[in-house]
């Protein structure tokens, strides 16, 4: 699904574009509870069996959008209820940030094998005869079927018939889910076993009823900008290519000063300084100290492996992510700002929402929740005139390469050869968090001594992530350029090394 543009992605950037209009046009904000009206009008429905439901479900994804929690199995009060609560710079969303909009869900049938109409009633029968468990039968016409109590779903079946006559079912969210962390509620609906989740947000952007969401900070930082707070953005390294051939760097910095941001800072920044930090840290402690050192840039794969891997919690880069070193720089030169993290991923909304960061970094927003502040703004890119000293050229190369998955080993390779030239580093990348699990069984079986891991939660790095817009392959691509057009490669010749010292240290 990802890439390919649908209702549902309507859905989420209708919403966002709607609070973050609420927000900016400020006033009377009981207004918010007409936004399900404005975006379901009328009296049919389009998408689901009756208007009064899609409306619901608006309304439900609304009061994420607001920061607000969803508050399932208890009695909906109206939006506008705890509109003046959400509406302070001061809030913090209460955990989970991922949520499953119960009456939206389609409770949708869990993993299961099917022999379909396709059937041929063949008389060699493979299907059969692989089957350890001898759940497949044959009817009167000779047809095969499953016995689904007998199933055990290990797809030998399906990957032996001729004529593809087997099709193997399973919940779009749970087959995205690294964690196994989705189940089915007393009623077949989806249900997040929170102590598994790690909130990559997989599992948003692959429901295909718009059933989940996460909470936004949009109304947040708007706020906090009409009230002359001084907000600074912090914006990740994917972020090149999510808004259009037309957003060039210089003309996104002009844009986001039109929507309130004092100023833009790149967070490959911070990428560098975390890049030259995890090389000293492999080659302080493989193998001497530690086995291996995973690095710590994607919280979601930090997370998955203090929870599933707890001996390996301390073989996790302690170096500060980039995110956070970027927001400490800002705030050092600038004491009263607020900054906000804009990035591809959900999981950095609960990593900056963690008490040790708070104090750096006080919003985090996804591009595609920039977006909608952009369209609420009536932002063209076409239209922008962009001034040169606008181009963002702090970064190195390497640093920017953190967006693509195997960026941060390469840069932190790339730094280890500068620093010491004879050391071989063995390097692995899991691509998603199930090949993430595989790569630390790997570990915990000792065939990972000296390596360097790194791990990313979402498929093909941080352009994948949940929060964004273009298709990954195309990011991907925007991404290479980018990199190639910094003005320097390696994050070892980074002019704010002088200042990691300053960074690394804890705020009293």
């Given at each position: 699904?990802?890439?390919v543009?649908?209702?549902?992605d309507?859905?989420?950037?209708?919403?966002?574009?709607?609070?973050?209009?609420l927000a900016?046009?400020?006033?009377?904000?009981?207004?918010?509870?007409?936004?399900?009206?404005?975006l379901v009008?009328g009296?049919?429905?389009?998408?689901?069996?009756?208007?009064?439901?899609?409306?619901a479900?608006?309304?439900?994804?609304?009061?994420?959008?607001?920061?607000?929690?969803?508050?399932?199995?208890?009695?909906?009060?109206?939006?506008?209820?705890?509109?003046?609560?959400?509406?302070?710079?001061?809030?913090?969303?209460?955990?989970p940030?991922?949520?499953?909009?119960?009456?939206?869900?389609?409770?949708?049938?869990p993993?299961?094998?099917?022999?379909?109409d396709?059937?041929?009633?063949?008389?060699?029968?493979?299907?059969?005869?692989?089957?350890?468990?001898?759940?497949?039968?044959?009817?009167?016409?000779?047809?095969?079927?499953?016995?689904?109590?007998?199933?055990i779903?290990c797809?030998k079946?399906?990957?032996?018939?001729?004529?593809h006559?087997i099709?193997k079912?399973?919940?779009?969210?749970?087959?995205?889910?690294?964690?196994d962390?989705?189940?089915?509620?007393?009623?077949?609906?989806?249900?997040?076993?929170?102590?598994?989740?790690?909130?990559?947000?997989?599992?948003?952007?692959?429901?295909?009823?718009?059933?989940?969401?996460d909470?936004?900070?949009?109304?947040?930082?708007?706020?906090?900008?009409q009230?002359?707070?001084?907000v600074?953005a912090?914006?990740?390294p994917?972020?090149?290519?999510?808004?259009?051939?037309?957003?060039?760097?210089?003309?996104l910095?002009?844009?986001?000063?039109r929507?309130?941001?004092?100023?833009?800072?790149?967070?490959a920044?911070?990428?560098?300084?975390?890049?030259?930090?995890?090389?000293?840290?492999?080659?302080?402690?493989?193998?001497?100290?530690?086995?291996?050192m995973?690095?710590?840039?994607?919280?979601?794969?930090s997370?998955?492996?203090?929870?599933?891997?707890?001996?390996?919690?301390?073989?996790?880069?302690m170096?500060?992510?980039?995110?956070?070193?970027?927001?400490?720089?800002?705030?050092?030169d600038?004491?009263?700002a607020?900054?906000?993290?804009?990035?591809?991923?959900?999981?950095?909304?609960?990593?900056?929402?963690?008490?040790?960061?708070?104090s750096?970094?006080?919003f985090?927003?996804?591009?595609?929740?920039?977006q909608?502040?952009?369209?609420?703004?009536?932002?063209?890119?076409t239209?922008?005139e962009?001034d040169?000293a606008?181009?963002?050229?702090?970064?190195?190369?390497?640093g920017?390469?953190?967006?693509?998955?195997?960026?941060?080993?390469?840069?932190?390779?790339?730094?280890?050869r500068h620093?010491?030239?004879?050391?071989?580093?063995?390097?692995?990348?899991?691509?998603?968090?199930?090949?993430?699990?595989?790569?630390?069984?790997?570990?915990?079986?000792?065939?990972?001594?000296?390596?360097?891991?790194?791990?990313?939660?979402?498929?093909?790095?941080c352009v994948?992530?949940?929060?964004?817009i273009q298709?990954?392959?195309?990011?991907?691509?925007?991404?290479?350029?980018?990199?190639?057009?910094?003005?320097?490669?390696?994050?070892?010749?980074?002019?704010?090394?002088?200042r990691?010292?300053?960074?690394?240290?804890?705020y009293?």
């Amino acid at each position: 699904m990802r890439g390919v543009h649908s209702v549902v992605d309507e859905i989420r950037r209708n919403v966002f574009t709607e609070v973050a209009r609420l927000a900016y046009e400020g006033g009377d904000l009981n207004r918010v509870d007409m936004i399900p009206y404005k975006l379901v009008p009328g009296e049919i429905a389009h998408y689901r069996h009756d208007v009064f439901l899609e409306r619901a479900v608006v309304a439900a994804r609304v009061r994420l959008a607001l920061g607000m929690d969803l508050a399932p199995g208890k009695p909906r009060s109206a939006l506008s209820d705890q509109i003046q609560e959400a509406a302070t710079d001061q809030k913090y969303f209460e955990e989970p940030l991922v949520n499953i909009i119960p009456f939206a869900c389609n409770a949708c049938p869990p993993k299961q094998i099917r022999i379909t109409d396709s059937c041929q009633g063949c008389i060699s029968h493979p299907c059969m005869n692989v089957c350890p468990k001898d759940a497949i039968y044959l009817d009167k016409d000779k047809h095969c079927h499953i016995d689904q109590d007998k199933c055990i779903k290990c797809g030998k079946c399906f990957s032996q018939c001729p004529y593809h006559a087997i099709s193997k079912i399973e919940r779009p969210c749970a087959a995205a889910c690294g964690m196994d962390a989705i189940g089915s509620d007393e009623l077949g609906r989806a249900k997040i076993d929170y102590d598994k989740c790690v909130s990559c947000g997989m599992c948003l952007v692959n429901c295909p009823f718009a059933a989940i969401a996460d909470k936004s900070q949009i109304l947040q930082v708007i706020t906090a900008m009409q009230r002359n707070e001084e907000v600074i953005a912090c914006v990740a390294p994917a972020f090149v290519g999510q808004f259009g051939k037309e957003a060039t760097p210089a003309k996104l910095k002009a844009a986001m000063r039109r929507l309130g941001f004092a100023d833009v800072v790149e967070v490959a920044i911070g990428a560098d300084l975390c890049t030259v930090e995890e090389a000293k840290d492999f080659l302080e402690e493989v193998p001497e100290k530690q086995p291996f050192m995973g690095t710590s840039c994607c919280p979601a794969w930090s997370v998955m492996a203090k929870k599933l891997f707890p001996e390996f919690k301390d073989y996790i880069s302690m170096a500060l992510t980039p995110m956070v070193i970027t927001a400490r720089m800002v705030k050092k030169d600038h004491p009263n700002a607020r900054i906000c993290f804009i990035g591809p991923c959900a999981a950095k909304k609960l990593e900056a929402n963690r008490r040790s960061v708070r104090s750096d970094v006080d919003f985090v927003l996804t591009f595609e929740e920039l977006q909608g502040m952009f369209d609420a703004k009536e932002v063209d890119f076409t239209k922008i005139e962009a001034d040169p000293a606008d181009n963002m050229d702090e970064g190195t190369g390497m640093g920017r390469g953190f967006a693509v998955g195997g960026g941060v080993a390469a840069a932190v390779v790339e730094a280890i050869r500068h620093i010491d030239p004879d050391r071989e580093v063995l390097i692995e990348y899991g691509d998603g968090l199930r090949e993430c699990r595989k790569m630390l069984q790997m570990a915990r079986a000792g065939k990972r001594n000296g390596y360097l891991l790194e791990g990313m939660a979402c498929p093909g790095g941080c352009v994948a992530g949940a929060g964004t817009i273009q298709p990954v392959k195309q990011s991907a691509v925007s991404v290479e350029q980018f990199k190639k057009a910094a003005p320097e490669l390696s994050c070892t010749t980074s002019p704010y090394l002088n200042r990691l010292e300053e960074v690394e240290k804890k705020y009293q």
